[in-house]
């Protein structure tokens, strides 16, 4: 019996793809400075530029109140003393040199939202997901699947011969307290800020002149291992470590992964740190380390992307359709209406 039901053209690319330049293409996350209002290719530049001096004020402004506390307090001014002590080398052990470090790096993250709130994408959510804000339960989740993994890799890492962090833990009373203090507390935005101004601020960048997300993955890739002063093996894990970063933000719409990948990552580091195992100074990896750490983060990027798919995280945002304040006649005119001639 045949049907009597009116058929469906076949679908095209031409009639079934739908391009961004029409205003109604989802973006996916690296592409979201497309939906800027009024968005020019040097705009993202500029909030960068800005972003780099509303930076420099705030370290300008942290050393003035060292100068300050130092004038007020001799004491102070001793502690600063050994944090500058040695041939041009801080010991990154020492919480006093340690956690002034990461709250500095923490800094990049109201400079960069201050930078886009005054040129940039609006909200200001965009940096941290398509949905426009931070998705906080998704965030939690990724924290909590990284961190069974991360625990796991480092039961591994006692019993596997060749590794670092293999060592007898220590209990130092307040510099262990300080540092476990830092790992908690302040590493969480340090890691934060490295996601926002790399897997953020970098790939929406970038993203916004190439539509492929392999350029907005990789381009950034060098800047960040430059940023970590390692040798080469350590370098080849930081690499690795940026990529998958870049693919997670990519794959699942927004930070909230690649930031715990990044916050359980350094947090595992500064705890060890903490009971002295590991050096927070040492810039050598061992090949067993190298390959233990890529495996941990192979499998926790496979895990989370799993999860964004079971949880069914958003990865892409619509753009609004019309511009504000310009409602085309046939939608005035209400859903029925004909079609204007032409």
Known sequence: MMSTSTPHPPRTSETAATTETDGTAPLAYHRLARGWAGYRWWKPLLVGVIGVGIYVGFMIAAMLGVVIAGLVSPGFERSMDRV????GLMDMNDPFVLIPMLAS???????????????????VGLLSSVVGRLRWTWLLWCLGAALVINVIAQFVAQVLPGTTEAGEFRYD????????????????????????????????????WLRHPAFAI??????????????????????VFA???????????????AMALHIVGNASIFVFVAF???DANADDVGLVDLLLSVAVTVVTVLVLARLSQVRNIQRRRRPEAVPLGRVPETLQQGKGAAEPER
Do not use: C, N
């Not at 500058?84 to 041939?87: A, D, I, N, Q, T």
């Not at 060098?222 to 080469?232: K, M, N, S, T, W």
């Not at 870049?246 to 909230?256: I, P």
């Open 84 to 87: 500058l002590s040695g041939p």
């Open 105 to 123: 790096l923490a800094l990049m993250i109201p400079a960069l939202w201050l930078a886009t709130l005054i040129l940039g994408a609006k909200p």
């Open 173 to 208: 009373g307040g510099t262990t307290l300080a540092l476990l203090a830092a790992a908690l507390l302040v590493v969480p935005f340090q890691a934060a800020a490295e996601e926002y101004v790399f897997r953020g601020y970098l790939m929406q960048t970038l993203g916004g």
């Open 218 to 239: 990789l381009l950034p890739v060098p800047l960040f291992v430059i940023g970590h002063d390692y040798e080469l093996l350590g370098q080849i894990d930081i690499a």
């Open 243 to 257: 990529i998958a970063a870049g693919w997670l933000s990519w794959r699942t719409g927004g930070l909230e992964a």
């Open 276 to 278: 002295g195992v590991a």
